[in-house]
């Protein structure tokens, strides 16, 4: 499983965030625990597999907003009290 961190310019209302969120959902039908923060400027989400990024880039631009940078690292599932 692998994190995925997108730096987005743009966002400024909890509107925006849903787009984000809806548009990496749409592109990306396995997304899992798919979030945006205006705050941090960032979208993330949990990926079975490693996504194309350019794919995603393209997806998020072509809403509006800029995808800046992506990233991804290793996630592991943690229990349930961070164990």
Not at 34 to 59: H, P, Q, W
């Amino acid at each position: 499983m692998y994190k995925i961190i997108i730096k987005v310019d743009g966002m400024v209302c909890g509107m925006c965030e849903a787009h984000i969120c809806d548009t990496i959902r749409r592109a990306f039908p396995g997304a899992q625990k798919v979030s945006a923060s205006r705050k941090s400027g960032e979208a993330t989400f949990l990926s079975e597999d490693l996504i194309d990024e350019d794919a995603l880039k393209r997806a998020i631009n072509d809403t509006g907003y800029t995808a800046v940078s992506v990233s991804s690292e290793k996630y592991k599932k943690r229990g349930l009290f961070g164990r």
